[in-house]
Each structure stands twice: as structure tokens, then as C-alpha cells.
């Protein structure tokens, strides 16, 4: 899924969806434990927990709207590009300069990007799939568990209504969704700094 650009959801390098910004919401009803909320008694204390304890069902229906049809940005880290130049069979300069773009960001830094087609669809996108899927990058791998998704259940219900998948298909654990989470939060977008 491309971090988006949309009306309804604006989401910029910067903005509260950003891949470095926010922390899941943990939530607390009134100084107690209540069987309804958000934390767990350890004790005579209340220890803090995600809305997704329990876990939350995801399963891809490949409606592609993630992938296509939209402006957007997947963000590479090192590791990234490294896998991608390797599914290619060119060196990481020859992958960027084939498959890359820069993203200004509100700071001026630039970020290394995938292109997209001229109709917004993933350079990668053909035929009804990712010809890179074996090779995507953690931002693809890790959604629809990023930070601004899974933030609070209100965060979560909004995404449902972009991604028929969300709320469907096998429970994934709050240790899986956590895991993806640190996956997705680790990554160190290329600034053309660097290179």
C-alpha cells in the first residue's frame, strides 16, 4: 500500500501518518480495569494495551487499490533496495535510476521512492499483480499494520472503508501485528544524502 495523497485521507511525509511519527493510542477507562478496556490488571496496577490486544482479522482480497489508481509513495530503506536490485538483476544505482524517484519533504530532505505509471499505478504493477512481490519493500509487506492504521479502532474502521481486506480473513495476533509494526517503524528511508 503507497503511503497516499488523498482528500479524505491526507497523508504527507511529515503529517501524522508518517512512518516516524505516532505510537499506537493506549487507552484508559477512568483508573480502573474495566473488562471492555484497553488495559490489563497486573497486580493492584493497570498495564496499558493496543486496541489490538486480541488481534484483528486481515486477509488481501487483491482488489489492488493499494497498489494503483491513486498518487502515493512506497518509501525505500537500504534493505529494500538491496532486495529489489537483486530481483532485477542490476546494481542498486541501476535499479534507482530504472525504477526510482526523489520525494521532497516538508523539510527539504529527499526520499528514494518507487515511480509510479503515468496513472498513478506502482511501476511494479501488471497484468492484476505485483511482478516485484517476492522482493517488495517493508511497506508493502507490513500493511495494512502501520502506525497511523493501527493507531486506535476509530483509525482502524477508517482504513476498512479504503481496504475490503481489513476485518476479514485470519486473526493475526497483537504479537504479529507488533512485530510488523517494528518492522515498518525501523526502516530508515534513503535520503539522497547518502548516496
Known amino acids: 500500500m ?10 504527507t511525509l511529515g503529517s501524522s501518518c508518517d512512518a516516524f511519527a505516532e505510537q499506537p493510542t493506549l ?3 477512568s483508573g480502573t480495569c474495566a473488562e471492555q478496556s484497553t488495559l ?10 493496543p486496541f489490538y ?7 488481501c482480497q487483491q482488489c489492488s487499490h493499494c497498489c ?10 537500504k534493505t529494500d533496495l538491496d532486495r529489489l536490485a537483486r530481483w532485477a538483476e542490476l546494481t542498486p544505482g541501476q535499479f534507482i535510476l530504472a525504477y526510482c524517484r526523489w520525494i521532497d519533504t516538508d523539510s527539504g530532505e529527499k526520499l528514494l521512492s518507487l515511480r509510479e505509471k503515468s496513472n498513478y499505478d506502482c511501476i511494479f504493477w501488471q497484468n492484476g499483480g505485483c511482478t516485484a512481490y517476492s522482493a517488495r519493500p517493508v511497506q508493502c509487506r507490513t500493511y495494512p499494520f502501520w502506525t497511523h492504521v493501527i493507531k486506535d479502532q476509530s483509525s482502524w474502521d477508517k482504513e476498512s472503508k479504503e481496504c475490503p481486506g481489513i476485518n476479514k480473513g485470519p486473526l493475526h495476533s497483537a504479537e504479529e501485528i507488533s512485530g510488523q509494526l517494528a518492522a515498518y517503524k525501523k526502516r530508515v528511508p534513503i535520503s539522497k544524502t547518502e548516496l
Open 2 to 11: 503507497t503511503q497516499t495523497q488523498s482528500s479524505e485521507n491526507q497523508c
Open 27 to 29: 487507552t484508559k477507562s
Open 53 to 59: 490486544k486480541d488481534g484483528l482479522n486481515f486477509a
Open 40 to 49: 490489563t490488571k497486573t497486580g493492584s496496577t493497570c498495564a496499558e494495551q
Open 68 to 77: 494503483r489508481d491513486f498518487p502515493g509513495m512506497v518509501l525505500l530503506d
